[in-house]
Each structure stands twice: as structure tokens, then as C-alpha cells.
């Protein structure tokens, strides 16, 4: 075999090792950069106020297109509601942010407060069933258990020729 082809082929397989092995190192790659700029993963609460700001703004004028009568039905506005959402976790990811978190949750509570207070469920009012049907439900357990104690006391009578 020719020298210089063994000497090429050598050093490709050295080069294909040095690539291979270069993804597998724990010093290259993300870590390593988290370890130099660790002000990247600092939380930017003002700026990340501004943008929640931005993105209440667009709800807000997405819901005037909504009627007010219809603001307490989630059909109505429900791909206003998830764009709100979706605005929100997309823009506290991108600034380094949790989500969601403390700021988010008080601004999306705002966010509700403004557009839904007005959507709280009536109280429920309890009537009392029927009287046949109130009556039944007294009586069958009741009867039910006079006739247990009649039956262990008639068995317990009994229990010489059961035995």
C-alpha cells in the first residue's frame, strides 16, 4: 500500500475520531457559555413588565371586538384568550423569565379582573324535593332497618335449628 494513502487514511480516521468525540466533551457546548454569562439567565422584571403591557394591550383591543354580553361565554373569545396566552409565555421565555411567575400572575389577575369581573356565577338556591319523594327517603331506610333487627333477632331465635 502506498505510504502517503496510509498516512491520508490515518489522519481522516484521526479527524473523524476528533469530530465524533468533540459532542461527547461536557467543556463544549451550552454549559460551558451558562459559566461565562451567567447574566443571561437573569430575570429582566421591567422588561418583562413592558412586554406583558404589550401583550394586554393586543387583548384588549382583541376583546372590544368581542360584544360585552358575550364576554362571560369562553367561546366567544376563546382564541383571544389563548394568542393573551400564548403572548405571554412566549414573551417571559424569550426574556429569560419563568412562566409564569409572581409579575405574570398579578398581570394576568388584572387582565381578568378588567374584563370578567362582571362573569361570577349566581348563587345557587337549594329547594327542598317533593314531599312523596322527601317521604320515600325518610321511610325506606328506615323500614329497611327495622327489618335487619327482625331478622337477626328471629335468626338469633332460631339459631339452634340453623346450627
Known sequence: MDPNLLTL???????????????LSDADGVDLLFTQR???LQCNQTLLLLEMERCGEQFSIDMNHV???????????????????????????????????????????????????????EHVVFVDPPDVTLTLL?????FLTLA???????????????A
Open 9 to 23: 487514511f490515518k489522519l481522516s480516521l484521526i479527524l473523524v475520531n476528533t469530530l465524533m468525540t468533540r459532542g
Open 38 to 40: 451567567p447574566w443571561l
Open 67 to 121: 360584544h360585552p354580553d358575550d364576554r362571560c361565554n369562553l367561546t366567544h373569545f376563546i382564541r383571544e384568550y389563548h394568542v393573551f396566552s400564548f403572548c405571554t409565555e412566549m414573551n417571559a421565555e424569550r426574556i429569560g423569565c419563568f412562566w409564569p411567575n409572581p409579575a405574570v400572575e398579578r398581570f394576568i389577575i388584572s387582565i381578568h379582573k378588567h374584563f370578567f369581573s362582571n362573569c361570577s356565577l
Open 138 to 142: 325518610i321511610l325506606v331506610p328506615v
Open 148 to 162: 335487619m333487627v327482625v331478622l337477626v333477632v328471629w335468626c338469633s331465635k332460631r339459631s339452634d335449628i340453623l
